[in-house]
């Protein structure tokens, strides 16, 4: 199993910036493709990005441009840096792993809370 732990939430000013981390644990991690996707209240869990093992990445519409996900394959960690944040990104982030091979072998971590207000 796939075990994913986030962290760096908190509460952020419209415009700033925050680093999200998310540590994975088990076995061959490159076979995974890691993503982070956020839920806010009263919503659907919406994709806000994915990153292969070689560092190909996908962004959602809405953060494209403001987010950037990265990967450390060594350290078996995934990164979303969040830039220029607005108050509709407040919602619980998500890490995600999902296995390339098997696509219905998908893992969570149980989120972290990012809140974007003055």
């Known amino acids: 199993q796939v075990q994913l732990v986030e962290s760096g939430g908190g509460l952020v000013e419209p415009g700033g910036s925050r680093r999200l981390s998310c540590a994975a644990s088990?076995?061959?991690?490159?076979?995974?493709?890691l993503g982070w996707y956020r839920q806010a209240p009263g919503k659907k869990r919406a994709l806000v990005a994915t990153?292969?093992?070689?560092?190909?990445?996908t962004y959602g519409d809405s953060v494209k441009g403001r987010f950037a996900i990265s990967r450390d394959n060594a350290k078996d960690m995934v990164y979303l840096q969040m830039d220029s944040v607005k108050p509709e990104d407040s919602a619980v982030y998500y890490c995600?792993?999902?296995?390339?091979?098997?696509?219905?072998?998908?893992?969570w971590g149980k989120g972290t809370l990012v809140t974007v207000s003055s």
């Open positions: 995600n792993a999902e296995k390339i091979i098997s696509k219905d072998v998908t893992y």
């Open positions: 990153i292969t093992s070689a560092g190909r990445t």
């Open positions: 088990g076995s061959m991690l490159g076979l995974y493709l």
